[in-house]
Every structure is written in structure tokens, then in C-alpha cells.
């Protein structure tokens, strides 16, 4: 069987609703009408009673029927006394009605095919003891109350035909940038233009809500599928050039007639190509684990104080070999819950960048303090600086403000990414100030507590 579409489960839906609604209406409407004309019909019957008791009396213990009105507002007045007995009227006229006789109480009977409300009142007049009884017709639903439900019961099918017509209708343009949005998004996933967008129509309702969320969807997805095809075409370009170096130097050592020293040159190279490309794959894996939240920290108590002042002590010779100062500001012992290996690394990326940028003669300062339930590390260098437009990327993977400058330095583009990996790894976060041509500022902020990572995941 073929499943219903939204339209026609709203349309069935609403129609559910609307009949239901009708069937509680009129039900209230004739319960309620018909209590209505049964108190009405009580109030008569008792009004022409009292009535009637008032114009009885006796003669001498004979009663006069001369003053008495028998049949007054559709009701028929019986007398009868007490044993029962029929006194008035004598002509036997009127409708006949076998009901027990009970003072002041109102009550349906059936005669004969036909239905009455009876009302009795016992009363003692002239020293005579006597039931007076009133009886009309209980017209029920066949009076005008009937005729009424009659016209309801025709005209609730044209009513629900009504209401499912107009109710698919509404929901069919209201269902109209749905079918819009549908059919942008098979154009979208059946080409290669992933810049096409489903735009808004102006509206705040939550259709238009629905659309702007998919926009912002295949933003995210267009910026990821860009970034992986530059991710891909970089780490190919930066694992070719190594691996030719490696079989160019093989095949050259192959050759005839190649002396001691020439052959351990070859091998040399190769070993440095091969550190380098195991170098990269080590940071693309830590890369890769991040991402899918594979990646398992071993957390523990960590000194980043005194973690600091080691990376500090391990690149002082790289600083001055570059002609530079590495300054270090540690206020206090810095305790924290964290994985010792990545923070090691994050600290190793950020300094190792801002001695590979900086400039002759020039500083890098290391800052680490405290605030409130944070530990703020910062990195500031005294280099060239990043430029405005490239400041936004620079945490990319093998983004480069300037390819050229990166390679003669010997950066793969991976430093600044793994350093935000691992930051959020620990729920912290990383930012980055720079002035193109005076510096560049660092600035890493940790939690001292750990909190539960959703981003971690089962280990390999």
C-alpha cells in the first residue's frame, strides 16, 4: 500500500478534527436543548397544576368541575382521589396515562405508542384529600429539536466534505516551499554546483526557518568539500616531493661505479625525506583522529608550568641559532588535568612557529597565568607578521599566507591546525592577533578541570 504524503495525513487529520468537533457540538448543543425543553416542559406542567388546584373545590363533599380548567398550554388536567380513582373530568377524555401516582415528581411515560411527562401533586381541598395529575405530549426529537438534528445529520458530510476540500487545499500552499526546497536539493545533490542555495522567501515562519537551516548546511558542506580537496591536493604535493627525492636517490645509488661516500650521501638523503614524510603522517593521523574523535588523551595531573620551562629549555639552542631571545613569564605553578604528550606538542608548534617567523634580533616571549577556571598560555613572537585577509585561515590544514617563505623555512602547514585539535581535544580553545610586519600573538585558553569530551572517541 502506498504511504500517505504530509498533505493528506494533515488533510485527514484536520477532517478527523472537524468531525469530532461537530459530534461534541451537536451532542452538547441537543443533551443541552433537550434538558432546556424538559425543565420548560416540567415548569409548564407544574404552573397549570398549581393552577388547577387553586380553582378546586367542594359542595357539600361534592366537587365543582364548573371552574376548573382541564386543558390550558398543551396540558390535560386529571383529578383523581385518594385510592386512585378517576374524578375529574367524567367525560373519559384525553390521553390515558397507567403511571404511578408520586407528589411532585416529573416523569416520562409511554401509552399506547405515544410518550407523555407527567407531573402528580397531592393536596388536601375542603377537608377532601386528592391527587391532581398533568400530562402533555413528550414531543422529544420529533418536534422541532428533531427536526433540527435531521438537518444536522444532511448537512455534516457536505460540512466535512467542505472542511477536507479547503483543509488540502491550504495545506497544499502551505506545502509550496517545501516542494521549492525538495527540488533544490535534488538539483544540489544530483550536480557538482554546490553554491546553489534554497534562499528565503522573506517569511519567519518555520518553513523559512527550515530553509536557512539548510543553507547554513551546504555552507558547512561546501567548505568542507573545498577543504578536502585542498587537503587532499596538498598532503599528495607535500608526499611526492619527498618520495621523488627517495627514488631519484635510489635509483642513483643503483648505478655502476659509486663510491663509499656518495652511497652513504644518497642513504643520508633518504633517511631525512623519510623522517620528513613519517613526520607528516604522524600529524596527519593525529589530524585524522581528531577529527573522527578517535583520538584517546591520557589524562593526567600536569604542571604546564614546569611542562613550559622544559619545550622552553629544548628550543632555546634552535632560538639562538636564529639569532633570537626566548623570554618566559610563568606566574606560579599552573596545575592542570591533561593529556602531557599533546600539550608538550601544542606548546613545541607554537614556539617552533614563532621562532621559524620571526625575524634576526628579534623575541619570542612565552606567557602563562591563570583566570578564574582557565589557564591562558600565549605565544608572541616579534616576525612578520600575518596579514588581515589570512588571518581567518591560518589554523586550515597546509594553509600558507605565504607558500613560498613557508617552504624555504621548512612549515608543512600542519602546526597551527594540530594546535587547535588538541585544544579542543581538552575543551579549550585557541585565538590568534597578529600586525603584518611587527608580530604575532598566540593565545591558548585551557579549562584546569576536565570535562566530559564528546569529541573523543573508542581508541583504535
Known sequence: MKKLSIKAKVTLWYTALVFLLIVVLL???????SRVLYERAGESLSRVVEAAAGQVHFERGELDEREIGFY???VSVFLYDDQGRRLAPRSGSGPKVNALLEDGV???SQDGGERWLVYDRYTQIDGVSLWIRGVTPDTGFSGPLGTMLLLALIASPFLLLIAAGGGYLITKRAFLPIEHMIGTVRSISGGNDLSRRIGGSGAKDEIARLGGTFDEMFDRLQTSFEDEKRFTSDASHELRTPAAIILSQCEYALEDEKSASELRESVR???RQAKRMNSLIARLLLLARADNGRLQPEFEEVDLGELCAVVCEELEPSAKQEGLTLHQEIEGQVALTADQTLLMRLVTNLLSNAIRYNRPGGSVTLCLRTEGENALLSVRDTG?????EHLPKIFGRFYRADAARTAERGGTGLGLSIVRSI???HGGS???QSTLGEGSDFTVTLPLRREENPGVGEPD
Open 106 to 108: 416529573l416523569k416520562s
Open 27 to 33: 451532542g452538547d448543543l441537543f443533551y443541552f436543548s
Open 430 to 432: 585557541v585565538e590568534a
Open 423 to 425: 585544544a579542543q581535544v
Open 384 to 388: 612578520i607578521g600575518i596579514a588581515p
Open 72 to 74: 390550558a398550554d398543551g
Open 269 to 271: 638523503v633518504i633517511l
